[in-house]
């Protein structure tokens, strides 16, 4: 069932911002947090947080709150948590970068002895293309560390945001959705991400509005 046109993301975006950013000040003024920053700015910050709880249903305030506990509060409460007894920065920073377990390096050798690496690799490898995205994907993940995914969905939602306040031809989003949509391909995507990727097969083919003002489906 569609959502109604006021309740959608960027129709919200669009009527609460002023209240949004009244609700912002307030909380810089209670919390002491994102000092010097502009209201708005923090607002704008928080674009990817505030899309997905937006989509998720939650009212604008419950969705505000989130994106600033989530953007916000949290990694700052994060920073300032003690280090366990003998763990300094110092050491820390010094510290070697952790080893991909054995099962995905041994998927990485195989990988980066072909010419080409990535899917190139894999077809020359003879392996289908879901053992491709999953393999891939679970070295993305290995790298990219345990918020990969949740990374990669803000992102999306950054672009809708964005996108939904500027040109539907915007040629720098149209750039990143294609560009997301080519790693995206190469992935095994949890199913959150699914529905990321439809919305940005969408804004990958937008192209100018039509003279009424309806944008129209790129044939390209």
């Known amino acids: ?3 109604p046109a006021d309740h959608a993301p960027e129709s919200i975006l669009a009527l609460r911002r002023e209240q949004m950013t009244a609700r912002v000040r307030l909380w810089q003024q209670r919390s002491g947090m994102a000092p010097g920053w502009e209201p708005g700015d923090v607002l704008e910050a928080s674009l990817g947080a505030l899309w997905i709880e937006l989509v998720r249903g939650r009212s604008w305030r419950q969705t505000l709150r989130r994106a600033l506990y989530l953007d ?4 700052r409460r994060t920073a300032h948590r003690p280090l366990p007894a003998g763990l300094g920065r110092a050491a820390a920073a010094t510290a070697p970068p952790p080893e991909l377990p054995p099962w995905t390096a041994a998927w990485l050798i195989e990988l980066s002895a072909h010419p080409g690496g990535g899917s190139k690799a894999a077809r020359e490898l003879g392996w ?4 491709t995205r999953l393999v891939l ?3 993305a993940r290995q790298l ?3 918020g990969f995914w949740t990374d990669l969905e803000r992102r ?3 672009l809708h945001a964005r996108a939904a306040s500027e040109a539907p031809s915007c040629a ?16 095994e995507l949890p199913a959150e991400l699914e529905e990321a990727r439809r919305g940005l097969s969408t804004l990958a083919a937008r192209r100018a509005a039509d003279p009424l003002g309806s944008p129209a489906a790129s044939s390209a």
């Open 128 to 131: 289908t293309r879901q053992r």
């Open 1 to 3: 069932m569609p959502v």
């Open 137 to 139: 994907g679970t070295l």
């Open 144 to 146: 990219g560390g345990p």
């Open 172 to 187: 720098e989003v149209q750039a990143e959705a294609r560009a997301l949509l080519r790693l995206m391909s190469h992935l």
């Open 72 to 75: 916000w509060e949290r990694p």
């Open 156 to 158: 999306c939602a950054r």
